[in-house]
């Protein structure tokens, strides 16, 4: 994809939370009956405050699956960074400005606010330990190890992948499917997703729920969540400190 500073010699001193700097991602639309969001973490976000003091925020982004785009995270990362040396007089308004911003970018409504703690995560099946030979009906599944690769810099990406599900799924062939992405050149959004749908094929008339833990690079996280019925179980959960 192109971007417009990713990778390049130009100077955004002057382009200080500007929208510019953002690069939009057209969604697949190619997938239906899909329903879902994309927790983005934003860890390293400082601004100035109404006495230009630099104040340091965890920013939590959700941007709604049917968006008609996403962001690219590096240059979310690049207009995030710039707020730097931006002065708000409080955080109303610079949740605003970042906000319309991203509204405008991804054609939909998305949210964002400040946070200091996550969600507590779930209870689950260990698929890495377990000895049973299938799932157990509505008990969420996790998968530690998970192991994809970034379609625009070609570096793997690691997560968690829970599943929560009314179906009974061999153990043996979800740990192999899962395994299967490890050299996989897709978005996280994508994984989530084409995970949900092989789930619909594999196992049809049962409810799923995919969610993607990923850990965070360059100081952003983001956890993509898929199901094929429009409540969902699965929250912005992580220990605040990983």
């Known amino acids: 994809m192109k971007t417009k500073f990713l990778g390049k010699n130009k100077n955004l001193n002057n382009l200080p939370g ?18 879902g969001l994309d927790y983005w973490n934003a860890f390293e976000f400082s601004f100035l405050n109404a006495s230009k003091d630099p104040l340091l925020k965890v920013i939590e982004i959700v941007i709604p699956a049917s968006s008609q785009y996403t962001v690219e995270s590096k240059s979310l990362k690049l207009y995030l960074n710039s707020f730097y040396k931006k002065k708000f007089l409080n955080n109303a308004d610079v949740l605003k400005k970042i906000t319309n911003d991203l509204n405008k970018l991804t054609k939909s409504s998305v949210k964002v606010k400040f946070i200091n703690k996550f969600y507590k995560e779930l209870e689950s099946l260990n698929l890495n330990k377990t000895s049973l030979k299938f799932t157990k009906p509505n008990l969420p599944i996790c998968f530690s190890g998970f192991r994809s690769i970034c379609p625009v810099t070609s570096q793997p990406d ?52 995919v969610c993607g833990r990923f850990m965070r690079r360059g100081g952003i996280d983001i956890n993509p969540i898929r199901s094929n019925k429009n409540t969902l179980l699965f929250k912005n959960f992580r220990v605040f400190n990983q």
Not at 23 to 31: A, E, G, K, L, V
Not at 169 to 191: A, D, M, R, T
Request: hydrophobic content about 40%.
């Open 18 to 35: 500007s929208f510019k700097i953002l690069d939009p991602i057209p969604r697949n639309t190619q997938s239906k009956n899909v329903f």
């Open 158 to 209: 690691f997560a968690k992948i829970f599943i929560n599900t009314d179906a009974k799924i061999e153990v043996n062939w979800l740990k192999s499917y899962l395994i299967s992405f490890k050299e996989k050149g897709e978005f996280h959004e994508q994984c989530i997703e084409d995970m949900l749908l092989e789930f619909n094929k594999k196992y049809p008339g049962f409810n799923f729920e």
